[in-house]
């Protein structure tokens, strides 16, 4: 069979199991594929197409013959084994926060900036979850009237901090339904000093906090959405929140364009004809974009779409999007897709 010999890393975690599937529903021809993960999770059945695939102790021998090794376990383990990657002629895309401010490194959402990908020299990043879709939605506005800024509410799901965060939220909720105690191990940040109780309670907190008082989160929305757009005049900031949902994450996000003339409907039509977005906005019908709905959905929705009542040129609206999904997944196996119809990938053996 005529294809690439790819590899997953992180194949068991919560975003390593959706490659999979954004693999096996991919247009990206695959010849062979091997699940690599620590060695605590090797020896474990997982399924491809159908088939069984038992999962592998990482090594960097591991990458022997390997043309895209696509990785999600970790931003240490990206910096230790990516280059063993490349060094073995595969091409990485990293789904880690490891190496997207390099600036010898793409930082790619395809429907933004694809052009970047012919910078690439072996190793692609994917950016974090809430930047993506934010983008995906600006894009094409900016595209049209510039942008001047940003200012963004996140609402993220708990899967954002893996699986252990999705069961501790069910654990947790069930706990204080029954009138139990629980005591928080993973939320806000697993590695952080205290930890909180999520379960009908928004934490304004994801990742560590900085010398500046904002989050590790906050910091990546503010410089991806830069490098991605190739633009560090646009004046970005944000405020991110957990909140007790298991899967996409839901923004509000108020935005100054450059230029005048922009109306609703006008950013309607434009957004209706994006790429990867799905515009649900009809107020008088109650019809917004909504989390329960675009779980397990590839595309970026937006809706609540309305000017600003206090300045001109300045407008909200509110997006929501699976982060496992085009948030992390979707999004890694759409720059190698990309990267194939560019002949940017070793040619096929």
């Known amino acids: 069979m005529s294809g690439y010999n790819v590899a997953v890393v992180g194949a068991t975690g919560a975003v390593g199991t959706r490659m999979i599937q954004m693999l096996e529903q991919s247009i990206l021809p695959i010849a062979s594929i091997k699940l690599l993960a620590s060695k605590r999770s090797a020896g474990k059945v997982l399924h491809f197409k159908g088939q069984e695939k038992v999962v592998e102790e990482l090594v960097p021998d591991s990458f022997r013959g390997i ?26 895309v990293d789904n880690t926060s490891a190496f997207r401010m390099d600036p010898d490194v793409p930082l790619v959402v395809p429907e933004v900036n694809e052009a970047a990908l012919s910078r690439h020299h072996g190793l692609i990043a994917n950016p974090n979850c809430s930047t ?44 204080v339904l029954e009138g139990k105690d629980y005591e928080p191990q993973i939320l806000p940040v697993s590695g952080d000093k205290k930890h909180y109780q999520i379960a009908f ?4 907190q994801i990742d560590v906090f900085e010398e500046d008082g904002y989050t590790h989160e906050e910091w990546k929305m503010i410089h991806e959405t830069k490098k991605i757009m190739e633009d560090e005049d646009i004046q970005v900031t944000a405020t991110c929140v957990r909140v007790p949902v298991a899967i996409a994450h839901s923004e509000s996000v108020w935005f100054e364009l450059d230029q005048k003339g922009a109306t609703v409907s006008k950013l309607q039509e434009l957004l209706k004809k994006a790429p990867g977005v799905v515009v649900q906005d009809d107020p008088d019908n109650q019809i917004y974009p909504q989390a329960v709905n675009a779980a397990g959905k590839k595309d970026t929705f937006v809706g609540r779409i309305r000017p600003d009542q206090e300045q001109a040129d300045a407008f909200h609206l509110y997006c929501v999007s699976d982060n496992l999904l085009k948030g992390a997944a979707w999004n890694s196996v759409q720059i190698a897709e990309r990267l194939d119809a560019l002949n940017l990938l070793r040619v096929p053996k």
């Open 201 to 204: 309670n928004p934490l304004a």
């Open 132 to 175: 993506i879709q934010m983008v995906v939605a600006l894009e094409p506005l900016r595209k049209v009237y510039g942008l001047k800024k940003v200012i963004v509410t996140t609402m993220q799901a708990v899967s954002g901090a893996g699986n252990r965060a999705i069961k501790e939220l069910h654990d947790e909720t069930q706990a």
């Open 67 to 92: 043309d895209l090794a696509l990785f999600s376990a970790g931003g240490g383990v990206s910096k230790k084994f990516a280059p063993e990657a490349i060094k073995r002629g595969a091409v990485v």
